[in-house]
């Protein structure tokens, strides 16, 4: 079946560092590929997208590259500030059909510190 | 705007009762979905739909129950019969099940004591 891996948090930088989440996944065919952002006591809001291969997603600074020969989906943005603290989900959709629309990683936690 | 509407934000309930959870999307989309998240946990898929007067089990369903009248409304039922209810719980919503990525509301966060 479908399944997202991510590296387990907490992940914790100063502001202005250099981050990257990464996010491995296991499908069948080209599946859409999703970053989700959580803030504290808030729902999931989808932070950035790629729906084929050699796409890259971009949103508020956060780039990802979907790469097919790695099978990865890796999460990365220059510069973070403190605002950028929440847990960050990596997730997949098939295309076509299957049992779960949505498979998420686990979420990893990023603490940004002034 | 177009969004999710989930009330209430917070819910208290004594156990042994029912509590019904509402979610309301104006985004016309096809789908509709139920997660339940524990503190410091990914989602679990609970229910989900794909189109009115149907819905699936998702990897929890037992306890719950949930109902699809409407295109732009998916309650969410926790009975008694959930013996650990106390959770974070997510409604979403997408254009159609696959593919395409899923919208959420803010939560539901129930306390049952």
């Known amino acids: 079946g479908n399944s997202v891996t991510q590296m387990e948090g907490p992940v914790t930088l100063s502001e202005e560092a250099f981050l990257t989440i990464n996010c491995t996944y296991t499908?069948?065919?080209?599946?859409?590929l999703f970053w989700y952002v959580q803030y504290p006591g808030e729902g999931l809001q989808l932070l950035l997208k790629?729906?084929?291969?050699?796409d890259k997603g971009s949103n508020k600074g956060f780039e990802a590259t979907y790469r097919k020969e790695t099978t990865s989906f890796h999460l990365e943005k220059g510069s973070v500030q403190v605002s950028d603290s929440a847990v960050y989900f990596c997730?997949?959709?098939?295309?076509?059909?299957?049992?779960?629309?949505?498979?998420f990683g686990s979420g990893t936690r990023l603490q940004v510190q002034p | 705007d177009g969004g999710i509407t989930q009330s209430p934000k917070y819910l208290f309930r004594k156990e042994g009762q029912n509590v019904t959870l509402s979610c309301e999307q104006n985004?016309?989309?096809?789908?509709m979905y139920w997660y339940r998240q524990d503190p410091g946990q990914g989602l679990r898929l609970i229910y989900y739909?794909?189109?009115?007067?149907?819905?699936q089990k998702g990897d929890i369903a037992e306890g719950y129950s949930v109902s699809r009248e409407k295109k732009e409304s998916f309650p969410l039922t926790v009975t008694s019969a959930q013996k650990n209810p106390t959770a974070f719980y997510l409604c979403?919503?997408?254009?159609?099940?696959?593919?395409?990525?899923?919208?959420f509301g803010p939560g539901t966060r129930l306390t049952v004591t």
């Open positions: 979403a919503s997408s254009m159609r099940l696959w593919g395409y990525e899923q919208y």
């Open positions: 499908a069948t065919g080209y599946p859409s």
């Open positions: 997730a997949l959709s098939p295309k076509d059909t299957g049992r779960r629309a949505l498979t």
């Open positions: 739909s794909q189109i009115v007067n149907d819905f």
């Open positions: 790629a729906t084929k291969a050699d």
């Open positions: 985004l016309n989309h096809d789908a």
